[in-house]
């Protein structure tokens, strides 16, 4: 079944610098979502971006997405020591049924202070 | 604004135990998922309702969990005799309309199950 897999599985980096993470998935979609969790959390939602969609931004958050190469990428810039979690992509399946996401099994971004 | 509530937050068991787990979601959302996280499978969709109904519980793992949403604030998920092996943590999550993948999913904190 189709799963999008992020890499890396983890990252460390210092406070100040950028995060990118990507996410890699098997077949056509019409949206790729990426979300956060915090530790013994719940998912939250960061950003949505759809097939005919190749770039978008929210505050400090730039997601990319390449449908002919099925990536997208999510950056964080300028990261916070509050930017530690989990972070994972969602994609539907545009051949499939329209309400179904699947998770990754998602990065772990620890942001040193 | 109250974001989706699920309880308990904990629930440790013995095996063959019946096992309960409770999810109000956002007011207004008319669709509702749960799923299960664990490290080696990640977070599966067990089953999905809308407008209270069930649409989709292929995810369902066994005949031994069960799943109800007898009106729109309220939801249950069962297991019915527990196993170790279903230890995890239960999600439970609510989106508007017809939960249709250009929506975002708002997730509550989750159920740490742990079946002894």
Redesign the interface.
Known sequence: SQQGEEDPQALSIQEGENATMNCSYKTSINNLQWYRQNSGRGLVHLILIRSNEREKHSGRLRVTLDTSKKSSSLLITASRAADTASYFCATDNSGGSNYKLTFGKGTLLTVNP | DAG?IQSPRHEVTEMGQEVTLRCKPISGHN?LFWYRQTMMR??E?LI?F?NNVP??DSGMPEDRFSAKMPNASFSTLKIQPSEPRDSAVY?C?SSLG?????Q???????TRLSIL
């Open positions: 989706v669709s990640g977070l969709l999905y809308n649409i989709d999600f999550a017809r939960g249709y993948s250009n975002p999913q708002h997730f509550g904190d989750g």
